[in-house]
């Protein structure tokens, strides 16, 4: 999967002249987080919720409270935005845009084809298109974990169990837990106690999971 495949492709940007208070209330507006900065659609920089508020002058200052509102009404973005901006492509894969926003602890990178912002890809965009179809959260039906069953043969014993009873799997998945091999299960079914049983007969220990998510 690519970043084009998930990205946000109507991004909210501003010009270097904005002014601070003016992004604030943009990002408060769209609920948004961070605002990319272009020059006639190049990306210049980009300022975050958190680089306003580490601009606003602090209670502590000198300043009275007219000569706060005075110098933060001047305040434009070009003065407090990062102009080192990590940035992908729509061709990056989902996996390496991931790995790049982990290991410069960010949560959205800009995404940039022929220098000029076509989208952005937000913590959010990876969580509810990707991870939320993956474990199925929000969908109906109980998820069981099946101790012992995360092996090959394991998986295949269990699935084989599922099938004759007729009922769909919706998502699977093993956990990487040191020295433990389980399988967890979402079935397509609010009544698991016959499945499990029958899985339990096969030799493996099985637990309803808690599936209100």
Known sequence: MLVRDIMTHDVITIT???????????????????L????????????????VLKASPSSATSYNQRQLFYLMSKLTVKEIMKKKVITVT???????????AQKHRIGSL???EDDRVVGILTTNDVFYKILN?????????KRI???????????????DLVMKAGLKVKTFWIPKEPNKKDLILHLD????SSIMADIEKAGFKVDLRDSSI
């Open 90 to 100: 729509p061709d990056t894969t989902i996996e390496k845009a991931v790995n790049i």
């Open 189 to 192: 079914t609010e009544d698991t």
């Open 110 to 112: 800009p995404v940039v």
């Open 16 to 34: 270097e002249d904005t002014y601070v208070l003016d992004a604030e209330k943009i990002m408060d507006s769209h609920k948004i987080g961070r």
């Open 133 to 141: 179809p993956l474990l199925g959260i929000g969908e109906t039906g």
């Open 145 to 159: 974990l099946i101790s012992g069953a995360g092996t090959c043969e394991g998986f295949h014993k269990v699935i």
């Open 36 to 51: 990319p900065i272009v020059d006639n659609g190049r990306l210049v920089g980009i300022v975050t919720k958190d680089d």
